[in-house]
């Protein structure tokens, strides 16, 4: 999820009443929570492929909130006239699970929540990391509680029940579209290894949707209402030695790991032999170039030469 719907959730959570009753303590402790886990773009370079497991790693996990909370806790102790850590530690994490960590596993980008026990990158798929429909009315909220103060708590409880509501549809309507996906697919004779349905960009209740079977990656675009999908399908690319080679490379390793839908391409540049790896989940129309493109250029003789992400 983008930083200001973020840091949004986290001020309507304060002020749905926790404001009222600790102060601007609690608006402190709430909305740093819900920013800080994103401290992570600080070690996690640009176009590096690290970036890929340490941006939303760590500071996304359970572990990595209890100790932002404490630290925060701490601070904002001394920031005002609320000395009791325990309970601003609280609002912090309550900030940081709800505001940061809940938001970002609603999209398809994953979060490693279980480090450091697990890599596992969890993603519930039902909203675009930018979302018009859950910022707004989190920001008439604190608007209305700007203007009519006396309503703030209510105007704070109100946009967190139409934010509910909201998830709740795209939730029913995620469901609907993986189960259309399914039936589509069988109908078709497609034998489905795996079913996802990804939230498009803007446009609520439209999917695009990926059925995985042994060679394929069969792509369509689901609304529910219509009850068919025209699939397209996407190979997954080519097996030769160059590609094993490429396969044998920790970055390709971890970009592996990372995707959802990866495929491959191979081709030969003059004495170079060049292996491209994509993430489908990222090739948005809208889009002037692939995002997360990992390129691997070897010799003829099979040797590295060069690994770039998003060269």
Avoid: C
Wanted: charged share 20%.
């Amino acid at each position: 999820m983008d930083p200001i719907t973020h840091g949004l959730t986290g001020a309507v959570l304060a002020q749905a009443g926790f404001r009222q009753r600790y102060g601007y303590q609690a608006t402190l402790a709430l909305t740093a929570g819900a920013l800080i886990p994103d401290i992570d773009i600080l070690w996690s370079p640009a176009r590096s492929v690290v970036a890929l497991e340490t941006h939303r790693g760590i500071t996304h996990s359970f572990v990595g909130a209890i100790g932002f909370a404490v630290v925060l806790g701490l601070i904002i102790r001394l920031l005002g006239p609320e000395k009791r850590w325990r309970l601003l530690s609280g609002l912090a994490l309550l900030g940081i699970v709800v505001g940061h960590l809940f938001m970002d596993l609603i999209t398809s980008y994953g979060i490693q929540l279980f480090l450091p026990f697990s890599r596992a990158r969890p993603a519930w798929d039902l909203v675009f990391i930018i979302d018009p429909f859950l910022a707004l009315p989190l920001l008439a909220a604190l608007i209305a509680g700007w203007v009519w103060g006396s309503r703030s708590a209510f105007t704070g409880r109100l946009a967190i029940g139409i934010v509910a509501a909201y998830l709740t549809l795209m939730a029913v309507n995620h469901f609907a579209a993986v189960s259309t996906l399914e039936r589509v697919a069988r109908g078709q004779g497609i034998v489905p290894r795996r079913v996802e349905a990804l939230p498009e960009p803007f446009q609520p209740f439209r999917w695009r949707g990926f059925v995985e079977d042994g060679e394929n990656y069969w792509q369509g675009i689901v609304a529910v209402e219509r009850g068919h999908v025209d699939l397209a399908a996407i190979a997954k690319g080519p097996w030769n030695g160059p590609v094993a080679r490429a396969e044998e490379v920790e970055a390709v390793k971890t970009f592996r790991w990372f995707a959802r839908f990866p495929v491959v391409t191979f081709r030969e540049e003059g004495a170079q032999q060049v292996v491209e790896y994509r993430d489908l989940r990222f090739a948005h129309s809208f889009r002037r170039r692939p995002a997360f493109l990992l390129r691997v250029i070897l010799t003829r003789g099979g040797t590295v030469e060069q690994v770039l992400l998003d060269p």
